[in-house]
């Protein structure tokens, strides 16, 4: 049962810091909606930042390093497990009508310069990400299938779906964010010969 109501704050501060934010999201909105009392958050947390820790883990190890090592490991290609995951994470963005964005790059842009912890989580999550690409690229530079070092490719390829992400999420514009996250996939097979 203490699971189940960890679980459940977790899972309900997260849905608040997708679309409200950090500052946006108080203690009370967390509990009530939540539906647990104040002394059980705190029974599993101190404060707010802590909560945010586990939710931007828990975001981060779901929505992005599941569905990156499942596509990558599933693939006939790196090339096609780089395209799926960014088609995978277009079509779900696609079906939220382009709302709330990515939790991480969300919490990066927010939280970054205000908060040092926050930042090395987050920091060390896209590192994470990096290094999951780089492993996969890494054979085929090898090779000379890469028109460029692994590490850039994975750094291009990350920031450029953040950015997409971001300006999806600006214009709301189904043709729009086509055309852009098409460019993530022309991005990708310039960069990669496999």
């Known amino acids: 049962m203490a699971k189940n109501t960890q679980l459940k704050i977790i899972e309900k501060a997260e849905k608040l810091l997708w679309h409200k934010g950090y500052e946006g999201t108080s203690l009370n909105d967390v509990v009530g909606k939540a539906g647990v009392s104040k002394g059980a958050f705190f029974h599993y947390y101190p404060n707010k930042q802590a909560i945010s820790q586990d939710v931007i883990n828990k975001y981060t190890r779901e929505q992005l390093v599941v569905p990156l090592e499942k596509h990558l490991g599933a693939a006939t290609s790196v090339k096609n497990g780089l395209f799926n995951w960014v088609s995978e994470f277009f079509e779900t963005f696609k079906g939220q009508n382009f709302k709330g964005g990515c939790l991480l790059g969300n919490m990066a842009l927010e939280m970054s310069d205000q908060n040092e912890a926050a930042r090395e989580t987050i920091k060390q999550h896209?590192?994470?990400?990096?290094?999951?690409?780089?492993?996969?690229?890494?054979?085929?530079?090898?090779?000379?299938?890469?028109?460029?070092?692994?590490?850039?490719?994975?750094?291009?390829?990350?920031?450029?779906?953040?950015?997409?992400?971001?300006?999806?999420?600006?214009?709301?514009?189904?043709?729009?964010?086509?055309?852009?996250?098409?460019?993530?996939a022309q991005f990708i097979e310039y960069a990669i010969k496999d």
Request: hydrophobic letters at 50%; proline letters at 3%.
């Open 126 to 184: 896209f590192l994470d990400l990096e290094n999951i690409i780089v492993s996969h690229l890494k054979p085929l530079m090898d090779d000379g299938m890469l028109v460029m070092e692994p590490r850039q490719i994975a750094r291009l390829l990350i920031a450029a779906l953040q950015g997409v992400i971001m300006m999806s999420k600006v214009h709301k514009d189904n043709n729009r964010a086509s055309r852009e996250f098409q460019s993530i």
